[in-house]
């Protein structure tokens, strides 16, 4: 397994020897990918799995974490999701860049009771690796190009560790320029 620069004092092992700390969704699509020994995987206290406080505890840079967050949207009382990968540092753009990627009136960050249910992750935890197979997962182009990234691991108590290249190759990935704004 390749050296991680970003996991700062954890250490860092396959993925696929600490399934425990991964959601299902999210072990079962690193095995089909065959990703499940590329991506490394630490395990943390689940009381400082946001991004900032993770970053703090354990010496990771925040400009190499990245963070999921689903977005909804109805079109013909349908409700369309999507998730979008950005770097902590910025914020995506739901209001112009994913609402029209989704060809919806209004978007919005969807109800953490609908992302769990949707996705069987834990809310705070949720990673675009294992999501429904028919969201498109909305990739920052920041994100796509970076070397490394810590990401959630579907839970609460553990962090991936893996390439923008990895998260660029999921089925469902659309690498979008502009997706992510500076934080101001």
Same mark, same amino acid.
């Given at each position: 397994m390749r050296s991680w620069n970003i996991a700062g004092t954890l250490d860092v092992v396959p993925a696929a020897e600490r399934p425990d !700390?991964?959601?299902?969704?999210v072990a079962k699509a690193l095995r *089909?990918?065959?990703a499940d020994t590329e991506a490394g995987v630490v395990e943390i206290d689940p009381e400082v799995a946001d991004t900032e406080q993770f970053c703090e505890t354990y010496g990771s840079p925040l400009d190499a974490s990245a963070n999921c967050v689903v977005v909804a949207g109805k079109r013909g009382g349908e409700v369309r999701y999507a998730a979008a990968m950005v770097l902590a540092t910025t914020r995506a753009d739901? &209001?112009?860049v994913i609402r029209r990627r989704l060809d919806v009136r209004k978007a919005s960050f969807a109800p953490m009771a609908d992302a769990v249910a949707q996705t069987a992750m834990a809310?705070?935890?949720?990673?675009?690796? @294992?999501?429904? #197979? #028919?969201?498109?997962?909305l990739l920052d182009t920041a994100v796509a190009e970076a070397p490394e990234v810590v990401i959630? +691991? @579907?839970?609460? &108590? @553990?962090?991936l560790l893996?390439? @923008? *290249? !990895?998260?660029? +190759? !999921?089925p469902a990935a659309e690498v979008i320029d502009g997706l992510a704004k500076p934080i101001i």
């Open positions: !700390l991964l959601a299902e969704p *089909e990918l065959g739901v &209001n112009n809310y705070g935890g949720i990673t675009p690796i @294992g999501l429904p #197979d #028919d969201w498109p997962v959630g +691991s @579907g839970t609460r &108590n @553990g962090k893996v390439t @923008g *290249e !990895l998260l660029a +190759s !999921l």
